[in-house]
């Protein structure tokens, strides 16, 4: 079976929303002069009394949703590359002789 054209542009799609996801994930995320880390290994930024915790509340919060934002763009990335996989032109089936 051959996939269309719709499939494999579904396929690439997909496959670059995943792309974008993981880049998403690994990038820093900062608040005003701290660095939170990344959505995949968040670190408590550096400092000390409520400036620093004020940081950390608002780091997590970045934190956060950078998570929820890889969290739909990869799902998505997968959904769209699996539709797109499995998209695939019939073949005209026989037709039956009814008798």
Partial sequence: MKMTPRGRAALVLGLVLVVVAIVAGTV???VGQHGCGSAVSAHAPDGRGPAQSRA?????SKITQRRVLVAVIGTAGVV???LGAYDHRR???P?????
């Avoid at 037709?95 to 008798?99: I, M, Q």
């Fill in 56 to 60: 950390e509340d608002q780091c997590d």
């Fill in 91 to 93: 073949s005209p089936r």
């Fill in 80 to 82: 769209i590359a699996m």
């Fill in 95 to 99: 037709l039956r002789a009814s008798g």
């Fill in 28 to 30: 820093e995320v900062r």
